[in-house]
């Protein structure tokens, strides 16, 4: 059966568009956005994918809000949850109820650098490789098993926004590699660590400049 996936995206949506550009064997069921604006949802639109825009200052707490985007995702029907520069904190009992078909991605190489800022963050440091991460959300913040990740050098000149192309380039490919991974059920969790079945593609990526 086809994996169905519900993508939650605040912003642009450049992994999204990665993603339906890797012709995955997956069917969208929704595209949510708690920003109404986002480009993302926009896009999805254009391409026929079916959108809700559930903006979450309208509710009081984050508890209220997470429930009833919860209940959308569940509607739409979802094998695999997709963030996809998803800016809002999950609650708990929200990442509970979808533990181990939740997937994020990360601009840094983690457990380095989570929230906000990691590419100011990596120049700070004078860090000399930086990159992204794949994983399985856990109610921790930025922190589950890594699927798959990403490495690019910190050159000298580099400024935050060269810094995030970089990482982006590379974001592009990890993402649709993790969801293929998923939807092919190669995913295996134990003790935290995540192992990929049968497949010959590597869990890193190395990059050049
Ligand atoms: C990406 O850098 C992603 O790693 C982070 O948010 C950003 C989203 O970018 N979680 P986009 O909306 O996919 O272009």
């Known amino acids: 059966m086809t994996t169905r996936v519900v993508v939650l995206l605040?912003?642009?949506?450049?992994?999204?568009?990665?993603?339906?550009?890797?012709?995955?064997?997956?069917?969208?069921?929704?595209?949510?956005?708690?920003?109404?604006?986002?480009?993302g949802l926009d896009y999805a639109r254009r391409q026929g994918i079916s959108t809700i825009?559930?903006?979450?200052?309208?509710?009081?707490?984050?508890?209220?809000?997470?429930?009833?985007?919860?209940?959308?995702?569940d509607k739409a029907g979802a094998d695999l949850v997709v963030l996809a520069g998803y800016m809002r904190i999950l609650t708990k009992e929200f990442v509970q109820r979808f533990e181990g078909?939740?997937?994020?991605?990360?601009?840094?190489?983690?457990?380095?650098?989570?929230?906000?800022?990691?590419?100011?963050s990596a120049i700070a440091?004078?860090?000399?490789?930086?990159?992204?991460?794949?994983?399985?959300?856990?109610?921790?913040?930025?922190?589950?098993?890594?699927?798959?990740?990403?490495?690019v050098p910190v050159l000298p000149d580099d400024?935050?926004?060269?810094?995030?192309?970089?990482?982006?380039?590379?974001?592009?490919?990890i993402y649709p590699q993790a969801v293929r991974w998923f939807a092919e059920g190669r995913l295996v969790i134990s003790d935290g660590l995540v192992n990929v079945r049968d497949s010959d593609v590597s869990q890193w990526v190395l990059a050049t400049p």
């Not at 450049?14 to 595209?31: E, G, H, I, R």
């Not at 997937?103 to 929230?115: A, C, D, R, V």
């Not at 440091?125 to 959300?137: D, L, N, Q, S």
Request: glycine residues 6%; contains cysteine; proline residues 8%.
């Open 10 to 39: 605040s912003g642009r949506g450049s992994n999204f568009k990665a993603l339906l550009d890797a012709d995955l064997p997956v069917k969208y069921t929704a595209v949510i956005s708690n920003r109404p604006d986002a480009a």
């Open 53 to 73: 825009a559930l903006n979450h200052r309208g509710y009081p707490t984050r508890e209220t809000f997470d429930e009833v985007l919860a209940k959308e995702i």
């Open 101 to 120: 078909r939740l997937l994020n991605i990360h601009p840094s190489l983690l457990p380095s650098f989570p929230g906000l800022r990691t590419h100011e």
């Open 125 to 151: 440091e004078g860090i000399k490789v930086h990159g992204c991460t794949v994983h399985f959300v856990t109610p921790t913040l930025d922190h589950g098993p890594i699927v798959i990740q990403a490495a």
């Open 159 to 173: 400024t935050p926004n060269t810094l995030a192309a970089r990482v982006l380039e590379q974001e592009h490919r």
